[in-house]
């Protein structure tokens, strides 16, 4: 069983030849067959192609492109977004706001009512559906809802127009509306929700412009740098048209441009959050006094650097324990190790319990996973309760959590889990793989042996299924099985 729980600190394992760490998908479009065309959207994606480019993303362009070609590119970029650390859409074009519900709207609209705008449309949910899997951040940036396209108002859904049953017009929503990502992922509109954003007089809308000017900034946060993206529209627009932001980043500092230390896992947060700038520190500062909870916990990672002057555990678990009041998930979590360890705070378990507790009920899958182990070893004063310790395994499987899926296989693999067997297994490997879990690609590839044939036949179906591997199914791993392996992970060949 000390397979199913080891975890792994510090794995150095090679990556020659990685995929892509950051993709994008740039949309624009401007020649729209039926309704009025937008002068500067195509520029507009041109040029944020070219800056991601430059930052060292891969970029996918689209221009002017109908509903199926988007369809089919958002399909071939979520895949291609499972391996990558960051995934980012960017959008130029109409948008408009159907029932709460917003719409970005195809080159081959042809729309008569609000069913149409439904039918023949791009859903800001299906944006979002095909970044979610990306391995640590995601993106979507909008630089839409420029003017309603269809006039004041359309048909209702369901109903028909140009004859006498017309019934009374049901008007578009102004603007988009605000939207409610999943946390790790941030939507950035061009104007805040309700309101719309300006084309601008030149080449570039005020937004594009803005965004173009910060986002090759190296050693500038991910969300100070959309601070001075509002800050600029707002400038150039004499406060007419405000960008704003949506969503909850994960307490993971992330640099668009770079410029910030590579990070082991045995460093976690701790050192990346130490190097922000001293200009970009006091800007954090003062948004923890405002009591933003993200700021709370990247000073609080900044105290825990034991190899930083700021080293200081008990001013650490007063930020943590402010973000964790303020609802912060991740925050709650962090403050359990420090009442769990008395790193900071006196240990205290029953603490440290509750604050496990209150970050799973938020779906947090470290916490999730942890209470696991404390059920199956009968830690923190809880009884010894394999069966509860499966299902909260099973549960941070299911969000994803990379050391629970590559568990629960185990366990599966092990005749543990009534009702499962190497089908699932192997399914929970392959997501084990495709989210960047090192210690599977690692046992996978050297120690196969370790699974039973069923499973491994089950997995080269896996790898089959998704085009990685096109060998025989016989549960020997060799080099075609490994090849596949490692692509599934996101490494070539």
């Given at each position: 069983?000390?397979?199913?729980?080891?975890?792994?600190?510090?794995?150095?394992?090679?990556?020659?030849?990685?995929?892509?760490?950051?993709?994008?998908?740039?949309?624009?479009?401007?020649?729209?067959?039926?309704?009025?065309?937008?002068?500067?959207?195509?520029?507009d994606a041109r040029a944020i192609a070219r800056t991601l480019e430059r930052i060292g993303f891969e970029v996918s362009q689209l221009t002017d492109p109908d509903r199926a070609t988007i369809q089919k590119e958002l399909d071939r970029f979520s895949f291609r977004?499972?391996?990558?650390?960051?995934?980012?859409?960017?959008?130029?074009?109409?948008?408009?706001?159907?029932?709460?519900?917003?719409?970005?709207?195809?080159?081959?609209?042809?729309?008569?009512?609000?069913?149409?705008?439904?039918?023949?449309?791009?859903?800001?949910?299906?944006?979002?559906?095909?970044?979610?899997?990306?391995?640590?951040?995601?993106?979507?940036?909008?630089?839409?809802?420029?003017?309603?396209?269809?006039?004041?108002?359309?048909?209702?859904?369901?109903?028909?127009?140009?004859?006498?049953?017309?019934?009374?017009?049901?008007?578009?929503?102004?603007?988009?509306?605000?939207?409610?990502?999943?946390?790790?992922?941030?939507?950035?509109?061009?104007?805040?929700?309700?309101?719309?954003?300006?084309?601008?007089?030149?080449?570039?809308?005020?937004?594009?412009?803005?965004?173009?000017?910060?986002?090759?900034?190296?050693?500038?946060?991910?969300?100070?740098?959309?601070?001075?993206?509002?800050?600029?529209?707002?400038?150039?627009?004499?406060?007419?048209?405000?960008?704003?932001?949506?969503?909850?980043?994960?307490?993971?500092?992330?640099?668009?441009?770079?410029?910030?230390?590579?990070?082991?896992?045995?460093?976690?947060?701790?050192?990346?959050?130490?190097?922000?700038?001293?200009?970009?520190?006091?800007?954090?500062r003062q948004l923890a006094a405002e009591g933003d909870t993200r700021s709370l916990l990247g000073l609080a990672f900044m105290h825990l650097n034991p190899n930083a002057d700021r080293f200081d555990p008990v001013e650490a678990a007063r930020l943590l324990a402010q973000a964790a009041?303020?609802?912060?998930?991740?925050?709650?979590?962090?403050?359990?190790?420090?009442?769990?360890?008395?790193?900071?705070?006196?240990?205290?378990?029953?603490?440290?319990?509750?604050?496990?507790?209150?970050?799973?009920?938020?779906?947090?899958?470290?916490?999730?996973?942890?209470?696991?182990?404390?059920?199956?070893?009968?830690?923190?004063?809880?009884?010894?309760?394999?069966?509860?310790?499966?299902?909260?395994?099973?549960?941070?499987?299911?969000?994803?959590?990379?050391?629970?899926?590559?568990?629960?296989?185990?366990?599966?693999?092990?005749?543990?889990?009534?009702?499962?067997?190497?089908?699932?297994?192997?399914?929970?490997?392959?997501?084990?793989?495709?989210?960047?879990?090192?210690?599977?690609?690692?046992?996978?590839?050297?120690?196969?042996?370790?699974?039973?044939?069923?499973?491994?036949?089950?997995?080269?179906?896996?790898?089959?299924?998704?085009?990685?591997?096109?060998?025989?199914?016989?549960?020997?791993?060799?080099?075609?099985?490994?090849?596949?392996?490692?692509?599934?992970?996101?490494?070539?060949?």
């Amino acid at each position: 069983m000390l397979r199913l729980f080891f975890v792994v600190l510090a794995l150095l394992l090679a990556r020659p030849a990685l995929s892509a760490e950051r993709v994008a998908l740039v949309i624009g479009i401007s020649a729209y067959e039926a309704i009025p065309p937008l002068k500067n959207t195509v520029n507009d994606a041109r040029a944020i192609a070219r800056t991601l480019e430059r930052i060292g993303f891969e970029v996918s362009q689209l221009t002017d492109p109908d509903r199926a070609t988007i369809q089919k590119e958002l399909d071939r970029f979520s895949f291609r977004a499972e391996t990558a650390d960051l995934a980012l859409i960017y959008f130029a074009g109409h948008g408009v706001e159907v029932q709460g519900e917003n719409f970005l709207i195809a080159a081959d609209a042809r729309v008569a009512s609000n069913q149409d705008i439904q039918n023949q449309s791009v859903s800001l949910k299906d944006f979002l559906n095909t970044v979610d899997r990306a391995r640590k951040m995601r993106i979507v940036i909008l630089d839409s809802c420029r003017d309603n396209p269809f006039g004041d108002s359309l048909a209702p859904a369901g109903t028909t127009t140009g004859g006498q049953n017309d019934t009374v017009a049901r008007g578009i929503g102004q603007g988009l509306a605000e939207p409610s990502p999943e946390r790790g992922t941030l939507v950035a509109f061009a104007a805040k929700d309700g309101k719309v954003a300006l084309d601008g007089a030149g080449e570039n809308s005020p937004f594009a412009l803005a965004l173009m000017d910060k986002i090759d900034k190296p050693g500038l946060e991910i969300s100070l740098m959309f601070r001075q993206v509002r800050d600029e529209v707002l400038r150039l627009t004499n406060n007419m048209q405000e960008p704003h932001t949506y969503g909850s980043l994960s307490g993971i500092p992330f640099f668009l441009a770079g410029g910030a230390p590579e990070t082991s896992a045995t460093d976690r947060e701790q050192l990346a959050w130490s190097a922000l700038r001293p200009d970009d520190e006091a800007q954090f500062r003062q948004l923890a006094a405002e009591g933003d909870t993200r700021s709370l916990l990247g000073l609080a990672f900044m105290h825990l650097n034991p190899n930083a002057d700021r080293f200081d555990p008990v001013e650490a678990a007063r930020l943590l324990a402010q973000a964790a009041d303020a609802g912060s998930a991740e925050a709650q979590y962090e403050l359990a190790i420090q009442y769990e360890t008395g790193r900071g705070v006196p240990q205290d378990q029953t603490r440290a319990l509750d604050l496990y507790r209150q970050s799973a009920g938020q779906d947090f899958p470290d916490a999730i996973n942890d209470l696991g182990f404390f059920y199956y070893h009968g830690m923190l004063g809880l009884p010894r309760d394999p069966k509860r310790a499966l299902e909260h395994f099973e549960r941070a499987a299911d969000l994803r959590h990379p050391q629970a899926m590559y568990n629960f296989a185990a366990l599966i693999d092990d005749g543990l889990i009534e009702g499962k067997g190497p089908r699932e297994a192997a399914q929970y490997l392959y997501q084990a793989l495709r989210v960047g879990n090192a210690e599977v690609l690692k046992v996978l590839t050297e120690h196969p042996d370790s699974l039973k044939p069923e499973t491994r036949r089950e997995l080269q179906a896996e790898l089959r299924r998704f085009d990685l591997y096109q060998g025989t199914i016989d549960g020997q791993f060799g080099p075609g099985t490994k090849r596949g392996l490692r692509r599934a992970y996101g490494l070539e060949g």
